[in-house]
């Protein structure tokens, strides 16, 4: 079913060895790949054929969903719209992602526009990877698009990372919140070379005791560039906080932009926002304990994006 670059592609951006357990909707090239469905989850390609519908039955405990893509066609600039309905209660895990092997002088690419709808009381975690590889020279493009709709009492949690080898990408994320919902985004990405990289985020904070906290963490190597927004906008008694952290190595360049809109009296809203280089103390320390200079970087690298 799989051929060597699939498995490789498959690893990375799922951490699959081969067919997983449990649902799954696995896309190649444009084209559908395998499909399995469990008695509690139900997927059908949509109306027009874009993409898939992800159904979630109410009270649905401990299980998953893979729904990764791979891209390995020369020239092939691939486009999903899924939709995702969690049912109230339950409490299940999403592995996205997508992996782009490039062979040839072609760029490749992937827009996955996901919308999320998670019923009250429910809880999901969505974990999204990206990744391109390969020989070729094509530029490797990946703009993933996430849109969440959390009713009364729901929770989210997106795990979103991008550590290597797509030339560029600009990452969309839109979430509203319901009376007491809780939001919780955490990115990790890396570009190194010419790459340039946008995250865009807004969360409306729509309903009272509402929760939202977003994490990025950012490292830009090389004369590569990347650009972090976030707004939170407060429309209720509710807390949020933005979180932001880069660091430059190189060239590299970097734009971060948190907003705060209190539209509220009780709405609570907090960032923290910082910008700079590995600290010489840091190094030298772990220089001091036997590694090399470069084994002592990527051992700040990983701890940072961990």
Known sequence: MFDAIDKKLLKAVADLEGIPKGAYNIRKNGKLLGREISANIIIETNEAGTGIVVRI?????????HIP???SQAGLHDVVYNTFIIGAGSDVTIVAGCGIHCGGSKSQGHEGIHEFQVEKGARVKYVEK???MGEGKGK?????T?????????????ELSQLGGVDQAERVNMVELSAGSSLLITERVMTDGTQTAVSRNEIILAGDNSRANMISRSVIRGDSRQDFYATMDARAKCFGHIECDAILMGNGSNETVPSLKAKHPDAELTHEASIGKIADEQLMKLMSLGLTYDEAVNRIIQGFLK
């Not at 039955?57 to 969903?65: H, I, K, Y």
């Not at 996430?146 to 997106?158: C, G, N, Q, S």
Request: proline letters at 6%; a negative charge; zero cysteines.
């Open 140 to 144: 490797r493009a990946l703009n993933p």
């Open 130 to 132: 990206h990744v391109a």
């Open 146 to 158: 996430t849109k969440v709709f959390l009713a009364e009492d729901a929770y989210a949690e997106m």
């Open 57 to 65: 039955n109410p009270g649905t405990l401990n299980e998953s969903v």
């Open 69 to 71: 893509v791979i891209v």
